[in-house]
């Protein structure tokens, strides 16, 4: 895998303060790769304590060296990224894996684009979390594992107390704890004692209004972790909570000097310092992935932006971790480009070439090229490897693979592509049969470019996921919303009585829809409108995360009452009260030619119509974003790629054309 031999980085080249000291070099050559070493192309990184320590205070100490402008340090040690290159002894990892680690101390510096770590520090990537999450994870996992079983040696059925639950390395001492079976205790601010019961705290003392020392009985704790909160915890009352002889303390930063002899028997671990392992990042991972433990994020900050994410470390009040991302997702303004003479993909035995008539554009398509690409992506633009974007169209077969045989050439078609292969904002589109259906002969392109991805989610939400029938009753939040437009008209359809929500100015068209009762959000909140346990499903078209927390078990019917929503939820979210069924998240539908060839007949017999806003012309795209960014528009916002009729030129097969793509910055 090519890489550039210089690269952008941190750097300080004397010890100080971040905001004069910490600079980013653009050409930090690449370091020569050791034989069981592997080169990184980080994505992204966070940032930890240590790293302004070590600038600021303690560097010298824990280095035994200083900077120089000919040897400048490089900072941070948690990073996420690509493999790009090997060393000839490496037999674990290769090019391309997805991989995560902490540096040692002898290699910090992966605020940079590039870090060369020796592979038995290296873990692959758990496939669960995104590059962003799993930046997150090295140091404090590690530190926290670490603690919570070498040192601690903590065992299923004991009792653990953990200085500051809600702190980074905290989060996951109570999320370990809990996994194996562990009664866990911990501190934490009251504003933070729910969030922190949700990670598996059985019991949280608000440090500021009662102190350990007199809520816990002497001498019914294990295991005393220190997240680094109380220096003087071991003098102070660890060693009367902890059991006479077989309680263990651990802590993460320096004692009170003097430290005070083990009365009661308990032992004294001590101070503890993390180190960077592959395996046990390894077990991390598997925890992960079987959603045992889970990552928390305060912020993700650009890289050019790491100095303000130190700044808000050392305020000590971020919830999670503060996560720096390097690579290529910005704004639509800033990255969205019309590429002419692109050249058109090889077609494979089970694809069509599609000459593109019309697309919709959707919140989902500037979402990914901003807080979420990377989350359902997994990877990133480039300049060698830009990303298009969209994923509704309609158009024209214009060649087929060796083995379709549901299509032909000539077949007029809509579609909605999977997250492999979103690109209909552009000129042509290849694409696998089995996600391609024949267009709705009452629909012209534009019209039928508006349906696939918001009726394949509102139908999806009422028939598989609501399980509506006949005579059932359905609050849908958000009836004016594109989704919300077809859920309307699918549960009408279905003969369901359908409540909705909107603003007064939808309420002509939402009831046209097949609403029975509409509720103007503006003016009555539907909680107060609606009878006790009177509504069978309640879909949220991603109009009020918190809908489950705040109303909707009031008004679902007890036991059989089903809740989705297709954007997440508020956290922490509460258990249900009166049995009703909480879905939860379903905002990921899956596309197919099925699924669509269903919504064909409910559009062709009248049922179900879609609705449009505006149509604009292709070199308009940003225009259309920008409206839809506005939330004001009332139906689907299309882009019309080819206006022509004629067959004849879409028939040929072009050698180029032309696509929105997003492109390297």
């Known amino acids: 895998m090519a890489f550039p031999q210089t690269f952008r980085a941190y750097q300080y080249e004397n010890y100080g303060t971040l905001d004069?000291?910490?600079?980013?070099?653009?050409?930090?050559?690449?370091?020569?790769?050791?034989?069981?070493?592997?080169?990184?192309?980080?994505h992204s990184a966070s940032v930890n304590p240590i790293?302004?320590?070590?600038?600021?205070?303690?560097?010298?100490?824990?280095?035994?060296?200083?900077?120089?402008?000919?040897?400048?340090?490089?900072?941070?040690?948690?990073?996420?990224?690509?493999?790009?290159?090997?060393?000839?002894?490496?037999?674990?990892?290769?090019?391309?894996?997805?991989?995560?680690?902490?540096?040692?101390?002898?290699?910090?510096?992966?605020?940079?684009?590039?870090?060369?770590?020796?592979?038995?520090?290296?873990a692959s990537k758990p496939s669960t979390l995104s590059f962003d999450e799993a930046a997150s994870v090295p140091l404090?996992?590690?530190?926290?594992?670490?603690?919570?079983?070498?040192?601690?040696?903590?065992?299923?059925?004991?009792?653990?107390?953990?200085?500051?639950?809600?702190?980074?390395?905290?989060?996951?001492?109570?999320?370990?704890?809990?996994?194996?079976?562990?009664?866990?205790?911990?501190?934490?601010?009251?504003?933070?004692?729910?969030?922190?019961?949700?990670?598996?705290?059985?019991?949280?003392?608000?440090?500021?209004?009662?102190?350990?020392?007199?809520?816990?009985?002497?001498h019914s704790i294990d295991a005393f972790y220190n997240c680094g909160m109380e220096n003087a915890a071991w003098n102070e009352g660890a060693q009367i909570v902890l059991k006479k002889s077989t309680g263990r303390f651990v802590t993460i930063l320096p004692m009170t000097k003097p430290v005070k002899e083990s009365e009661f028997g308990a032992q004294l671990v001590g101070e503890v310092h993390v180190h960077p392992d592959a395996e046990q990042l390894a077990s991390i991972a598997k925890l992960i992935e079987a959603k045992e433990v889970k990552p928390v994020i305060d912020t993700v900050y650009q890289f050019e932006k790491a100095v303000d994410a130190y700044t808000k470390l050392k305020t000590r009040r971020a919830l999670g971790k503060l996560v720096i991302k390097y690579e290529n997702y910005g704004s639509l303004e800033k990255e969205l480009k019309l590429h002419d003479g692109l050249p058109h993909p090889e077609l494979r035995p089970q694809q069509v070439r599609i000459?593109?008539?019309?697309?919709?554009?959707?919140?989902?398509?500037?979402?990914?090229?901003?807080?979420?690409?990377?989350?359902?992506?997994?990877?990133?633009?480039?300049?060698?490897?830009?990303?298009?974007?969209?994923?509704?169209?309609?158009?024209?077969?214009?060649?087929?693979?060796?083995?379709?045989?549901?299509?032909?050439?000539?077949?007029?078609?809509?579609?909605?592509?999977?997250?492999?292969?979103?690109?209909?904002?552009?000129?042509?589109?290849?694409?696998?049969?089995?996600?391609?259906?024949?267009?709705?002969?009452?629909?012209?392109?534009?019209?039928?470019?508006?349906?696939?991805?918001?009726?394949?989610?509102?139908?999806a939400g009422m028939v598989r996921h609501a399980k509506l029938q006949k005579g059932e009753t359905v609050l849908i939040l958000g009836g004016s919303s594109c989704v919300g437009m077809f859920a309307v008209q699918f549960?009408?359809?279905?003969?369901?009585?359908?409540?909705?929500?909107?603003?007064?100015?939808?309420?002509?068209?939402?009831?046209?829809?097949?609403?029975?009762?509409?509720?103007?959000?503006?003016?009555?909140?539907?909680?107060?409108?609606?009878?006790?346990?009177?509504?069978?499903?309640?879909?949220?078209?991603?109009?009020?995360?918190?809908?489950?927390?705040?109303?909707?078990?009031?008004?679902?019917?007890?036991?059989?009452?089903?809740f989705i929503t297709i954007l997440p939820m508020a956290k922490p979210i509460k258990d249900a009260e009166f049995g009703a069924q909480l879905v939860g998240e379903v905002f990921n539908t899956e596309p197919s030619a099925e699924k669509l060839d269903v919504i064909t007949k409910y559009i062709e017999s009248g049922r179900v119509k879609p609705v449009i806003d505006t149509v604009y012309p292709f070199e308009k795209v940003l225009d259309a974003f920008a409206k839809l960014k506005t939330y004001h528009a009332r139906g689907k916002l299309i882009i019309e790629v080819n206006r022509e009729v004629s067959m004849d030129k879409s028939t040929e097969s072009a050698s180029k054309g032309k696509f929105v793509d997003k492109v390297d910055f």
């Not at 910490?22 to 069981?36: S, Y």
């Not at 070590?54 to 000919?70: H, I």
């Not at 400048?72 to 002894?89: C, L, Q, R, S």
């Open 355 to 459: 000459k593109i008539r019309a697309a919709a554009v959707n919140s989902i398509d500037y979402m990914l090229m901003q807080e979420l690409g990377e989350t359902f992506t997994g990877k990133t633009p480039s300049a060698s490897s830009p990303f298009s974007i969209g994923f509704d169209a309609s158009g024209e077969v214009v060649e087929i693979g060796s083995e379709v045989k549901t299509l032909q050439v000539g077949d007029a078609i809509y579609t909605m592509t999977p997250f492999s292969a979103f690109g209909t904002l552009a000129e042509y589109l290849v694409l696998d049969h089995e996600f391609v259906a024949i267009k709705p002969n009452n629909l012209d392109f534009n019209e039928a470019a508006a349906v696939p991805s918001v009726a394949l989610t509102a139908y």
């Open 140 to 218: 404090v996992a590690l530190t926290a594992y670490q603690g919570m079983f070498d040192h601690a040696k903590l065992q299923k059925g004991e009792t653990v107390l953990i200085l500051g639950g809600s702190s980074s390395v905290g989060m996951y001492a109570v999320q370990f704890a809990h996994a194996i079976g562990a009664r866990v205790i911990t501190t934490a601010s009251a504003e933070k004692a729910e969030f922190v019961k949700s990670l598996g705290a059985d019991q949280v003392i608000d440090y500021r209004t009662e102190k350990w020392q007199d809520v816990v009985e002497p």
């Open 51 to 122: 790293d302004y320590m070590l600038l600021e205070v303690a560097g010298e100490a824990f280095l035994g060296r200083r900077p120089s402008a000919s040897q400048p340090f490089g900072i941070g040690f948690d990073a996420a990224g690509d493999v790009v290159e090997i060393g000839k002894d490496v037999k674990r990892l290769k090019v391309g894996d997805a991989v995560y680690t902490m540096t040692p101390f002898s290699a910090f510096g992966t605020l940079g684009e590039y870090t060369v770590v020796d592979e038995d520090l290296v």
């Open 20 to 42: 004069k000291e910490l600079k980013i070099q653009t050409n930090v050559p690449q370091k020569p790769l050791g034989d069981q070493q592997v080169r990184i192309k980080v």
């Open 491 to 562: 549960a009408r359809a279905l003969g369901v009585r359908v409540v909705a929500t909107t603003s007064s100015r939808n309420i002509g068209l939402v009831k046209s829809l097949g609403a029975d009762q509409v509720i103007d959000y503006t003016q009555e909140k539907w909680v107060d409108v609606l009878e006790p346990h009177s509504v069978d499903a309640v879909y949220d078209c991603g109009m009020e995360p918190s809908a489950w927390n705040d109303g909707a078990q009031l008004v679902l019917k007890k036991y059989t009452g089903r």
